[in-house]
């Protein structure tokens, strides 16, 4: 069993940063692919990014590319969310999550999942 708690959500203006933290206790997160997904309010669940278990593979959604980086610190059992050049529309629940079979983009694939944390962006 794994336990993930995000932090690091909050206000920020337009243009701004944030950095998400998605903490793990349980298990090691070192055997698996992790996932930020984020929904804002009336809306699915979104696909973010996602990191390999390696963290030798990345990926993003269109909608970030080049603002969001993900990365992993598998010491610290922590996976992290650097989010630059903010947008309103990225206002959401953002959520981490963990997959011990591989990368997807579909939340369906994830086994673990945190309670999530609000980032909201002012314009």
């Known amino acids: 069993q794994v336990q993930l708690v995000e932090s690091g959500g909050g206000l920020v203006q337009a243009g701004g940063s944030l950095n998400l933290f998605c903490a793990a206790s349980?298990?090691?997160?070192?055997?698996?692919?992790m996932g930020w997904f984020r929904q804002a309010p009336g809306k699915e669940r979104e696909f973010v990014s996602f990191?390999?278990?390696?963290?030798?593979?990345?990926y993003y959604a269109d909608s970030v590319k080049g603002r969001f980086t993900i990365s992993r610190d598998d010491v610290q059992n922590t996976v992290y969310l650097q989010m630059n050049s903010l947008k309103p529309e990225d206002t959401a629940v953002y959520y981490c999550?963990?997959?011990?079979?591989?990368?997807?983009?579909?939340?369906?694939?994830?086994?673990?999942w945190g309670q999530g944390t609000q980032v909201t962006v002012s314009s």
């Open positions: 999550a963990a997959s011990p079979s591989g990368l997807f983009t579909n939340p369906a694939g994830y086994v673990y």
């Open positions: 349980g298990r090691t997160l070192s055997t698996y692919s």
């Open positions: 990191i390999s278990w390696s963290g030798g593979s990345t």
